[in-house]
């Protein structure tokens, strides 16, 4: 998933409709969906009362959970202090990831597989 989110971070026009969060909270959504059907066992961070949601309200100061969730807390957020609610997003995952992960994104990091090198993919 974190994968996933470095190459959002990227090209943010490219993979999310108008930069938006709660796009990008949709898209997350059916990636976690995904994970699901296919039975893999990858942790995920950003359901609604998930750990990331959990940090960001404490992080934003509110007082109790959202609930419009959290894409729509941060949209309000950036809104509030005038700063692309994408460009928050991003920021706010490296404070988490910092906090949680012990791991730092490499922002600009390249793709690790090209489509020479790349593994066929398993048909169902």
């Known amino acids: 998933m974190y994968d996933f989110l470095e190459e959002v971070r990227l090209r ?22 995904a994970l699901e ?3 893999v066992g990858e942790g ?5 009362g998930g750990p990331f949601a959990e940090w960001l309200w404490k992080r934003l100061g509110m007082a109790y959970p959202s609930a419009l969730g959290w894409a729509v807390e941060i949209e309000r957020a950036a809104e509030a202090t005038d700063v ?26 390249a793709p690790q597989a ?4 790349e593994q066929p993919h398993a048909t169902a």
């Not at 995920?44 to 609604?48: I, K």
């Not at 609610?85 to 922002?107: C, G, N, T, V």
């Not at 090209?114 to 090198?117: D, G, K, L, V």
């Open 12 to 33: 943010p026009g490219m993979w999310v409709r108008r930069s938006s969060v709660q796009h990008l909270d949709s898209i997350l959504t059916g990636y976690r969906v």
């Open 114 to 117: 090209s489509p020479e090198t």
């Open 37 to 39: 059907i296919h039975g």
């Open 84 to 109: 692309p609610a994408m460009e928050l997003f991003f920021d706010l995952l490296d404070e988490f990831r910092s906090a949680h992960h012990d791991a730092q994104p490499s922002a600009g990091r």
């Open 44 to 48: 995920f961070d950003f359901l609604n």
